[in-house]
């Protein structure tokens, strides 16, 4: 266990030296890694987290804090009004749970839900080489023995010819995950579209950090954005699916609180080829309206968080929708 830093320039000297090395491991996968979550906020105040100490400012940082346990220590960024950042390179045993379900058990907190053309866009400016994928899709509406499912974590590392075999299944199903490698100072990283980063190596401390910020700040202009157009003229927010969807069963098994979706939405009114479903966003006490069709979605939020659109096109995507597009106006948002 690394020692508890009281400054911003420890916590930096310590990642630096754990991802310097890992850059020459053949092992790298075992190494200790730096761990972020970005997390979404609709208060000023950090909860503590269970089973650590109150949260410490670091000495040398304003927005900066610290809190730890005897397995180890996070440190939090308040990158900005709507955006924490926190750090851990404690074991992911130690530390996934016990964050997830900090994160579901207090009001107006909720995971950052990262649209793949972000990470790209990062990604492509950073001189980044995309290196593998991971996939995910489960038909959580299907009867159990008829499920149709496909967990794929493809490492291609620096072959074009899996790169190309990987690409049909890339383009047609959910991506949760992807990997990176490359840049002018070597970064070797995993981006998830929870919010979650894995940054396995790295020649400088300072790229990971612009390449968080950059990321962060992406998404905090998507929701500002996306609020200031609902506010504009109250319309809704239209997803596109790439598969058919079993109304007859969307509101039983996927809605009504159940699963990870974080919202109660009751149905309203149901027809064979349309759902209409009224309810709140858990993360916030929002009222939330969703027109359900086979293979659309409009979702109306009348006032409050929107960041309910992410989530649903992220979560809902791999457990029941298939890929899913966001749009506003006729126009893509969220990417």
Not at 92 to 101: G, Q, T
Not at 214 to 221: A, K, T
């Amino acid at each position: 266990m690394s020692t508890i830093p009281d400054t911003l320039r420890e916590f930096k000297n310590q990642a630096q030296i754990s991802l310097e090395k890992n850059l020459d491991s053949a092992d790298i996968i075992k190494r200790a890694h730096l761990k972020i979550n970005l997390v979404e906020t609709n208060t000023k105040d950090v909860p503590n987290i269970q089973g650590f100490s109150d949260w410490k400012p670091l000495s040398d940082a304003v927005g900066w804090y610290v809190a730890s346990n005897s397995e180890g220590h996070i440190i939090l960024n308040k990158l900005n009004d709507r955006i924490w950042v926190f750090f851990t390179s404690m074991r992911v045993e130690d530390y996934d749970k016990r964050f997830d379900s900090w994160i579901k058990n207090n009001l107006r907190l909720d995971n950052c839900w990262i649209p793949l053309g972000a990470v790209e866009k990062i990604g492509k400016s950073m001189n980044w080489k995309e290196s593998g994928v991971g996939l995910r899709y489960e038909n959580k509406l299907a009867d159990g023995n008829y499920q149709a499912s496909i967990k794929i974590k493809a490492r291609y590392g620096q072959s074009e010819d899996v790169m190309e075999d990987i690409k049909p299944l890339r383009d047609k199903y959910p991506i949760n995950s992807v990997r990176y490698f490359g840049g002018d100072s070597p970064i070797i990283s995993e981006w998830y579209t929870d919010g979650r980063i894995t940054i396995n190596a790295a020649a400088d401390i300072d790229s990971v950090f612009e390449s968080v910020w950059n990321v962060s700040e992406h998404y905090h202009r998507e929701l500002a954005d996306a609020t200031k157009l609902r506010d504009k003229d109250r319309g809704f927010f239209e997803f596109k699916f790439n598969r058919t969807v079993d109304l007859n069963r969307y509101s039983e098994e996927a809605m009504a609180g159940k699963g990870n979706l974080n919202m109660w939405l009751l149905p309203v009114e149901t027809r064979t080829d349309f759902l209409r479903l009224r309810g709140v966003d858990l993360h916030t006490w929002d009222r939330v309206h969703l027109d359900l069709s086979t293979d659309y979605a409009y979702m109306t939020i009348p006032d409050g968080c929107v960041n309910a659109v992410p989530r649903l096109a992220s979560i809902q995507g791999e457990n029941v929708l298939g890929k899913t597009r966001i749009f506003y106006d006729g126009n893509r948002i969220f990417e």
